[in-house]
């Protein structure tokens, strides 16, 4: 069988959670005896180029010169998208990852099942329906995440308006009615509403593209599906398949050997809470001055929040940045510490992170955004804390640090791996085209 995965970066040129789950994917696939193709945006030239993984898998980076908002121009990517699939003879096109006109987009779901392709889509980020990522009214109110237009505007234009989450949330109220009024009367609509209003206008043609365009679509998490079903998509079309845990675990943790100290391991930002553990470090100084936090990752270039973080650490000496891991030794060391921490504030679907901290039986202290909390839940391995609270983190951090937690069980269910995770994605294959062969 031929198989097409699909995303806008390759791993390890880019060396997000997407791209390392679709190295594993491609990887397994091959493995299990598919011819596997991975297609990317070629952004440098309008050319096809085909190079290759260090595994074998051939990359095709198609023709698209990072064409813009132009309808002529998006259309001639989708056309030389299709045309390299149907040259090569693809059966299932599986996009793992949109990004607009600048890349992969979902208006090249509907010419692909249009040229006789198998269309699946998997879901890695929350924000392709969510446009600040939050699934928070305004920041402050849980929201079901279902694509309202005047809601959704009012949110945009008041999160994180002002520092006090019940003001942005009472303004984002107010004027979610206006929007209501302008509408009804079928007002003028100010320039600078239209703006925000666009932010995400195309939410809605993403979500028939996935009802209309598509055979099945595939969430890592429950939580998602909910989302996925409460905007209009079939249950029936929706597959669950959970997270997996890479298969490069390069060393083992018998509970035996001497940990000290707190890792944050990932990009440096606002989003990910980074903030966050600042504020807890802060208050850990006056009450057990030993513990530390250490954080390694990426950090953001020309960036004023990042800089400003940066010069903060300077001033304490129980929180340092390190440096930027190279993937082959993230899982060494976290190791190192007595627990991980993911503080996030934007809502995260299921971190691959959290998946290699549990096979090395490492706790994870993670804010309660709901792909965090679902999979510390379902493996038992670790400890949520309160959105958005740096009080309610420390008490994550002192409970570790005093033993006072409690065990962990740190489930280890045999299918989590992903050459079990090919063979679900071939059944899905299968599902929908009874031509495709699942051995």
Not at 38 to 51: A, G, K, L, Q, R
Not at 75 to 95: P, Q, Y
Not at 145 to 166: D, K
Request: contains cysteine; glycine residues 6%; neutral net charge.
């Amino acid at each position: 069988m031929r198989v097409a995965v699909v995303t806008n970066f390759i791993y390890p040129e880019t060396l997000g959670g997407t791209e390392l789950y679709c190295y594993q994917l491609v990887n397994a696939l091959k493995n299990n005896g598919h011819e596997v193709f991975w297609f990317v945006p070629n952004f440098s030239e309008s050319v096809t180029d085909s190079t290759f993984t260090d595994t074998g898998v051939e990359v095709v980076r198609f023709a698209s010169l990072q064409p813009g908002v132009s309808t002529s121009e998006a259309a001639f990517v989708a056309s030389s998208f299709v045309n390299e699939m149907k040259e090569r003879k693809i059966a299932v096109a599986h996009f793992n990852e949109f990004g607009g006109f600048e890349g992969i987009s979902g208006t090249m779901l509907r010419p692909t099942k249009a040229a006789g392709i198998i269309t699946i889509v998997t879901l890695h980020l929350p924000h392709y329906l969510c446009h600040t990522g939050t699934l928070r009214y305004a920041g402050a109110e849980v929201c079901d995440g279902q694509v309202i237009p005047n809601r959704c505007g009012s949110c945009i234009m008041f999160t994180n308006a002002t520092s006090f989450e019940n003001l942005n949330m009472r303004m984002a109220q107010l004027a979610r009615k206006s929007f209501d009024f302008i509408n009804k009367h079928q007002l003028p609509v100010p320039a600078k509403l239209k703006v925000i209003m666009g932010r995400f206008t195309n939410r809605l043609p993403f979500i028939e593209a996935l009802k209309n365009d598509t055979d099945a679509i595939v969430t890592l998490t429950q939580w998602f599906k909910r989302v996925l079903m409460v905007n209009g998509i079939s249950e029936e079309k929706i597959k669950y398949i959970p997270q997996a845990t890479p298969d490069d675990i390069f060393v083992e943790n018998d509970g035996s050997e001497k940990r000290n100290g707190f890792v944050f391991i990932g990009r440096v930002n606002q989003e990910k809470g980074i903030q966050l553990l600042l504020d807890a470090a802060i208050k850990l100084q006056k009450k057990q001055p030993a513990i530390f936090i250490d954080i390694y990752g990426p950090v953001p270039v020309n960036n004023q929040f990042s800089d400003d973080f940066l010069k903060q650490l300077e001033k304490f000496s129980n929180i340092k940045y390190k440096t930027l891991l190279p993937p082959s030794e993230v899982m060494r060391v976290m190791l190192l510490y007595k627990a991980v921490i993911l503080p996030s504030l934007f809502t995260e679907m299921a971190p691959l992170i959290i998946m290699e901290a549990n096979k090395l039986k490492v706790p994870m202290i993670v804010s309660d955004v709901p792909g965090s909390a679902e999979l510390v839940r379902q493996y038992d391995s670790g400890v949520i804390f309160k959105y958005n609270s740096s009080d309610g983190l420390v008490d994550a951090i002192l409970k570790i640090e005093n033993g006072t937690s409690g065990s962990f069980e740190f489930k280890q269910p045999f299918e989590n791996n992903f050459d079990h995770i090919a063979r679900k994605y071939v059944e899905i294959y299968a599902s929908v085209d009874k031509s495709v062969v699942t051995t």
